[in-house]
């Protein structure tokens, strides 16, 4: 299966899907795919992942995640991803937030068999579902403003476009999207589109 949900969540979202993952007692967190070490730092707090990029990773699925040393950098990367959920968590700051997503690339080898991939393959289908019914899409329509507004052409998409309904927005990030006309969202800094309220 590979499969990812694109989301913008407000820290007070991201709060409650943490709580969400945490009620499986087997599920831990770790900063990154790279590790300082052979065995990675684990932690049952988001606040204690000092990177946007966290795995999500049950120690029921897989007891044990394998990583390759990388000589060049002193690092060790895992390559056990197929055995987690990649979270790209959103980021945040006074009229910005970078569009976040879960996603996985599941594939059964012989230390992840089928039945791991199964219980994998259930965890992802349960936050991809608890998302689509508590957070909201076809809510942004992008744009971008270093262009001229253009309805749909025979070689160009519209500027703004229609509403997207692949990003999925917190309840905490629309309430917060609706206290200021200046607040936006974007796939990540430096683009130059933007996603506004419809």
């Known amino acids: 299966?590979?499969?990812?949900?694109?989301?913008?969540?407000?820290?007070?979202?991201?709060?409650d899907f943490?709580?969400?993952?945490?009620?499986?007692?087997?599920?831990?967190?770790?900063?990154?795919?790279?590790?300082?070490?052979?065995?990675p730092?684990?932690?049952r707090s988001l606040a204690d992942v000092d990177n946007t990029y966290c795995i999500v990773w049950s120690t029921s699925d897989i007891s044990r995640l394998k990583a390759d040393y990388l000589p060049k950098c002193g690092d060790w990367y895992c390559r056990s991803e197929h055995a987690t959920i990649q979270f790209l968590r959103s980021e945040m700051?006074?009229?910005?937030?970078?569009?976040?997503r879960i996603a996985i690339k599941t594939a059964p080898t012989p230390d992840f068999p089928e039945s791991s991939v199964k219980s994998l393959e259930a965890r992802y289908g349960l936050l991809r579902k608890y998302l689509r019914k508590t957070y909201s899409n076809s809510v942004l329509r992008w744009q971008n403003a270093t262009h001229p507004c253009a309805p749909v052409g025979p070689n160009r998409s519209a500027n703004p476009s229609k509403p997207d309904s692949q990003v999925w927005v917190g309840p905490h990030a629309l309430r917060w999207l609706r206290e200021g006309k200046d607040r936006r969202v974007k796939q990540f800094r430096q683009a130059g589109a933007e996603a506004i309220l419809v």
């Open 18 to 39: 943490e709580q969400l993952l945490l009620a499986d007692g087997s599920v831990r967190f770790i900063a990154g795919p790279r590790w300082n070490d052979e065995e």
């Open 93 to 100: 700051d006074d009229s910005l937030i970078i569009e976040g």
């Open 1 to 15: 299966m590979n499969s990812q949900v694109r989301f913008a969540m407000h820290p007070s979202d991201e709060r």
């Open 41 to 43: 730092v684990t932690c």
